[in-house]
């Protein structure tokens, strides 16, 4: 499976946006690009996934390069809710199982 | 709905009992999983399922089995608990990939010590 590179760890202030990157430089065609979140002292949650578009949902936004090697996750205002460790995984289309393969993420840290 | 339900929240074990970790899900979806999560490091897959009757290892399965009999259910069984399984563990599920690609739901984790 193809690896995704993330910075151990951000800060933002909070009400301002976040930019979280992500590097994936191996990705194939059929990768989906998917973040997930993990608040403290809780099971991950699905924050938005996209292939090659530019998406956009009620908790964040998806930038993705036009080469797909990498992708950024925007929170448009941070707030003290969103600190978490934040993961970037690809999910492979197509037959077989799709798992989800964590890495150890970015913990991002909002100063109020 | 419920969603993804784990049970219990919280065990301790003595090292060589056994247990099983019970995950259930009401959205009808086909794939589950279970992962284990030790301090400061990500998700690690230990055992996953595309349905009913169909189970396969992931990356960490050694002492620990699963069965998928329904739908709904995927329990996990440690036969004999070690230390080392002391982690937080957490099921998921997903609608099958091919209808349509989408995130995977989370239970809320059972919190395993085995002194």
């Known amino acids: 499976d193809a690896k995704t590179t993330q910075p151990n760890s951000m800060e933002s202030n909070e009400e301002e946006p976040v930019h979280l990157p992500c590097n994936h430089s191996?990705?194939?065609?059929?990768?989906?690009i998917h973040w997930y979140r993990q608040l403290p002292s809780q099971g991950p949650e699905y924050v938005i996934h996209?292939?090659?578009?530019?998406v956009n949902n009620r908790m964040a936004s998806l930038a993705i390069a036009e080469d797909r090697k990498s992708s950024t996750l925007i929170l448009h205002r941070a707030t003290l809710r969103d600190a978490a460790v934040y993961y970037c995984?690809?999910?492979?289309w197509g037959t077989g199982a799709n798992n989800l393969f964590f890495g150890t993420g970015t913990r991002l840290t909002v100063i109020p | 709905n419920a969603g993804v339900t784990q049970t219990p929240k919280f065990q301790v074990l003595k090292t060589g009992q056994s247990m099983t970790l019970q995950c259930a899900q009401d959205?009808?979806?086909?794939?589950m999983s279970w992962y284990r999560q030790d301090p400061g490091m990500g998700l690690r897959l230990i055992h996953y399922?595309?349905?009913?009757?169909?189970?396969d290892q992931g990356e960490v399965p050694n002492g620990y089995n699963v069965s998928r009999s329904t739908t709904e259910d995927f329990p996990l069984r440690l036969l004999s608990a070690a230390p080392s399984q002391t982690s937080v563990y957490f099921c998921?599920?997903?609608?099958?990939f091919g209808e349509g690609i989408g995130g995977y739901t989370f239970g809320s984790g059972t919190r395993l010590t085995v002194v």
């Open positions: 998921a599920s997903s609608p099958f």
């Open positions: 959205m009808n979806h086909e794939y």
């Open positions: 399922s595309v349905g009913a009757g169909i189970t």
């Open positions: 191996t990705i194939s065609g059929t990768d989906y």
């Open positions: 996209g292939l090659t578009s530019n």
């Open positions: 995984i690809l999910r492979r």
